[in-house]
């Protein structure tokens, strides 16, 4: 249910933040920024970031499974000069696109900041969000399309997006992800592929989820313990798109089935977040929440249930057997992640999603790692948007990245 917690998440950003109070009007009045929306007929290039006075490049990479997956790059900051530091891959969490790394303002906005500083900023969004919905045969209408899970999403998406960077490159890249986007890289990672880990120099992982299954928010554990997921699946929905009538449908069940007052959904999902800006509610609105494959969101809640990071269980030794030579799927084991790959964590204390008990099981997989190649930053007042959405990430947390980057 870690999917549609942080699907919900953005439904949350959305309703909840507009539902907010006087710190979220604090924050409003703090930084008033106004650009235009992502457009559906236009890339993320035209529409939110050459807006602002950027270069920037729209690209295409095609999965080792067919899906095609759009890339933006910024070769350069607001001057023009051409970066000369390491290239950067940012990767988004579920239900939202590329377009959070470039939601606000450029001095607040993490893609912007590192162009400006010198980095070769490349975004992705993942396959079925607005920008990634192509594949070699099929549309978005095939049912076919919609069969696959973190899965395929740690092996082909991340893969070919790091791979696509390394080979138009040439060079090293360092990674930023965010909540899913986090799941992602550490179960490619915990798969010491080392062709992979040879493209990389280290890895930010902000609001990191590996663990799930002691997730404090009461409506992601009755969605995951009821199997939400898997009866949308049974009835034959295979694309998940949170602004339709379903994901209405589940908010309205569990607010009443919770007796939940649901007027502040970014709270009760994804922890109080202190330092959103509110005044961009409703270009976020515009281009968020994004639709995922409700077989993602089956193999989330079965993480969260189970309280194990594993491959998808298909339900039976049979198609267990079929899938991965044995009755039971293969476990995501952190421990194995490499203990000299350069790693740097944050987490909130506010944060329902990537709450810290789960973060600590995390950090106790990595207890052995390398202290020279691990940095952790707590972040007492955050929740899991304040990372990638709050007016004062840019000193809290995001040149903390960058130092780190410096020596890695």
């Known amino acids: 249910m870690a999917n549609f917690v942080v699907s919900l998440f953005s439904i949350i950003v959305l ?41 920037c490049q729209e690209h295409k990479v095609t999965t080792e499974d067919g899906y095609i997956l759009s890339l933006q790059r910024m070769p350069a900051g607001l001057s023009g000069k051409t970066a000369y530091k390491p290239p950067v891959l940012l990767l988004h969490g579920v239900f939202i696109d590329a377009v959070v790394w470039v939601f606000n303002s450029p001095n607040e906005s993490l893609a912007f900041i590192l162009a400006d500083n010198g980095f070769d900023v490349w975004l992705v969004s993942t396959r079925g969000t607005k920008y990634s919905r192509g594949h070699r ?7 076919a399309y919609w069969e696959w899970t973190l899965d395929e999403l740690a092996t082909y998406d991340f893969g070919s997006s790091v791979e696509y960077v390394y080979n138009h490159t040439g060079k090293q890249m360092h990674f930023v992800g965010h909540s899913l986007g986090t799941l992602m890289a550490l179960c490619a990672f915990s798969q010491q592929k080392q062709q ?4 990389l120099r280290s890895a930010a992982l902000l609001s990191p989820i590996a663990h799930v299954n002691l997730i404090p928010s009461q ?4 969605a995951a313990e009821k199997f939400v997921a898997d009866d949308l699946y049974w009835l034959g929905i295979r694309e998940f798109i949170p602004k339709g009538d379903d994901a209405a449908k589940f908010l309205k069940r569990i607010c009443h089935s919770l007796k939940l007052n649901c007027k502040n959904l970014l709270s009760i999902f994804t922890g109080a977040n202190c330092c959103v800006n509110s005044s961009r509610v409703d270009v976020f609105l515009e281009n968020e929440p994004q639709p995922s494959s409700t077989k993602n969101l089956i193999h989330l809640s079965q993480m969260l249930r189970t309280g194990v990071v594993k491959k998808y269980d298909y339900g039976n030794e049979e198609k267990n057997m079929q899938h991965y030579g044995k009755a039971s799927p293969p476990l995501y084991d952190m421990t194995n992640i490499p203990k000299e790959f350069p790693l740097f964590l944050s987490y909130g204390g506010h944060d329902l999603l990537a709450d810290a008990k789960d973060v600590k099981l995390l950090l ?5 790692h390398d202290l020279n190649k691990l ?3 707590f972040i007492e007042n955050y929740a899991h948007a304040d990372f990638i959405m709050g007016v004062n990430a840019n000193k809290l947390v995001y040149h903390p990245i960058m130092t780190f980057f410096k020596v890695n």
């Open 15 to 55: 309703l909840s933040i507009t539902a907010s109070t006087e710190k979220r009007k604090e924050v409003n009045a703090y930084n008033e920024f106004h650009a235009p929306s992502p457009d559906s007929n236009d890339g993320i290039c035209k529409t939110m970031v050459e807006t602002q006075g950027y270069t």
């Open 137 to 143: 045969s099929l549309t978005t209408n095939d049912k």
């Open 196 to 199: 992979l880990l040879k493209m």
């Open 219 to 222: 409506p992601a554990r009755f």
């Open 364 to 368: 106790n997989d990595l207890k052995d």
């Open 375 to 377: 940095v952790i930053l």
